[in-house]
């Protein structure tokens, strides 16, 4: 079996699990949770952040030394955030309309009244640009502030660039590093099968059905939305705007995206997301290493739709109705703050208290859809990776036509 199935087979058993023990064997559950299921997902996820930062800034240093040009840096990362805001505001569009369309907070089916949920607050957003270069980039790779490594890797992949010859054994030494991290990947990816499914098994053991009953409508608009968008919104965008074929994009993106569904998490998928991208998807290494490591950071489409259901559901709990401008409101906010809260924990709940601060709504009502925030997180995340992907290889065929990168063979177009 190839690691697409033996990941899929390992969500299935642990979703079985999971369920199995929460619905028959609550009680005896907790003992297994701590002693297995927590221990062997969490070493899993540990594995796969020990090797993260050293490759994100392997692979943003040597993507930005292999541009050669400013120039060509400045192109490229101007057309991938251009792809991430515009997508943004679709996914936020697209939330919004499912939202006051389906009105899952008409239910009544929940109580505003006894919720209480500690918001953090967010950094001010020019705090949050003038910390994105780092005053000391040892302390930023020690504490995961992933956009002061990208930033430090950008200026070291410029001035590799720059210098060239002068430089050759240093470029060298990046290049062996980012193969050591590349081959770490491959046996690491060995154990995802059954860290998926303790993660999985875990997640669901604890929350069960009981904590999704209330919020089943909430969830249903969430799940929807988020499908609309990445077939929709990503799949034509591939089609149109990259000229693959969005059927065998997805297929051969599925490994990535189980990773992403398991992990919960962008930064976590990165290394097996930019490995399929390149291998499967055909996507230029240069490109691959930029995009993506910067998608990872800053593109959360499926946090974007989230954060708009989300807004419209209290909102009605609430009984506060919001107007055109609210709804205006609400999808500039998010989609700046996508990027202004990219580098905090829990950016997600950070984002939604902002949005729901700049129409009105008490952010305590974030307390409302806290309690299935982890099982949507796994959809939204495999959504954000997707949505990553569909970028690089929209830039990298653009940079292609434009004759600016040597077209090569890939998997996906040999298979087409």
């Given at each position: ?5 033996k990941?899929?087979?390992g969500?299935v058993v ?10 028959f ?13 927590s221990?062997?997902g969490t070493?899993?996820?540990?594995l ?8 994100v800034?392997?692979s ?5 030394a ?13 057309k991938?955030?251009s ?13 919004l309309s ?7 907070g ?15 607050e967010a950094p001010?957003i ?6 994105i270069?780092?005053s000391?980039?040892?302390s930023?790779?020690a504490?995961?502030?992933m956009?002061?490594i990208?930033a430090?890797?950008?200026f070291?992949?410029v001035?590799?660039?720059?210098l060239?010859e002068?430089v ?8 062996q590093g ?10 690491i990816m ?11 098994a875990s997640a669901l053991?604890n929350a069960?059905?009981?904590a ?9 608009c969430?799940?929807?939305?988020l499908l609309?968008?990445?077939?929709l919104?990503y799949?034509?965008s ?17 490994p ?9 998490s962008s930064t976590?998928t990165?290394p ?8 499967k998807?055909g996507?230029s ?6 995009v ?10 499926g946090t974007?739709?989230?954060q708009?259901?989300a807004?419209v559901?209290i909102a009605?709990?609430y ?8 709804l205006?409101?609400v999808v500039l ?8 809260t990219?580098?905090?924990p829990?950016a997600g709940?950070i984002m939604?208290a902002?949005?729901?601060?700049s129409?009105?709504l ?9 309690g299935?925030?982890?099982i949507?997180?796994?959809i939204r ?6 949505g990553?992907?569909a ?8 940079e292609?036509?434009g004759?600016h ?10 298979t087409?």
């Amino acid at each position: 079996m190839n690691l697409t199935v033996k990941i899929l087979i390992g969500l299935v058993v642990g979703i079985v699990t999971g369920i199995i023990f929460n619905v028959f064997a609550p009680e005896l559950f907790e003992s297994v949770d701590m002693y297995f299921f927590s221990p062997v997902g969490t070493t899993f996820l540990n594995l796969i952040m020990m090797i993260v930062i050293p490759l994100v800034f392997f692979s943003i240093a040597l993507g930005a030394a292999g541009m050669g040009d400013p120039k060509k840096l400045g192109r490229i990362g101007g057309k991938t955030i251009s792809f991430f805001l515009i997508s943004t505001a679709i996914a936020l569009v697209i939330g919004l309309s499912i939202g006051l369309i389906v009105q899952p907070g008409d239910e009544g089916l929940l109580g505003s009244g006894d919720q209480d949920y500690s918001v953090n607050e967010a950094p001010p957003i020019m705090e949050t640009i003038t910390n994105i270069i780092p005053s000391n980039p040892i302390s930023a790779m020690a504490s995961g502030e992933m956009l002061q490594i990208i930033a430090f890797a950008l200026f070291v992949g410029v001035a590799i660039g720059i210098l060239g010859e002068k430089v050759a054994t240093f470029k060298k030494l990046l290049e062996q590093g980012n193969e050591i991290m590349m081959f770490l990947v491959t046996v690491i990816m060995k154990l995802a099968p059954y860290g998926a499914g303790a993660l999985i098994a875990s997640a669901l053991g604890n929350a069960g059905f009981a904590a999704m009953k209330s919020l089943a409508m909430y969830m249903l608009c969430v799940v929807g939305a988020l499908l609309i968008h990445t077939f929709l919104t990503y799949g034509l965008s591939v089609s149109l705007l990259g000229r693959v074929n969005p059927f065998k994009f997805f297929k051969n993106f599925v490994p990535a995206i189980a990773m992403a569904f398991s992990l919960s998490s962008s930064t976590g998928t990165l290394p097996l997301s930019m490995k399929t991208a390149q291998q499967k998807l055909g996507v230029s290494k240069q490109v691959s290493s930029f995009v993506q490591p910067l998608g990872a950071t800053i593109n959360m489409d499926g946090t974007a739709i989230m954060q708009a259901i989300a807004t419209v559901f209290i909102a009605q709990v609430y009984a506060q109705t919001l107007t055109v401008p609210d709804l205006l409101t609400v999808v500039l906010t998010a989609t700046l703050a996508s990027i202004g809260t990219a580098g905090v924990p829990g950016a997600g709940m950070i984002m939604l208290a902002m949005v729901l601060s700049s129409v009105g709504l008490p952010p305590e009502g974030i307390a409302l859809v806290i309690g299935v925030d982890r099982i949507l997180d796994m959809i939204r995340t495999s959504v954000n990776i997707t949505g990553d992907a569909a970028c690089a290889v929209i830039v990298d065929q653009s940079e292609k036509r434009g004759g600016h990168i040597k077209d090569e063979p890939s998997d996906i177009q040999a298979t087409s």
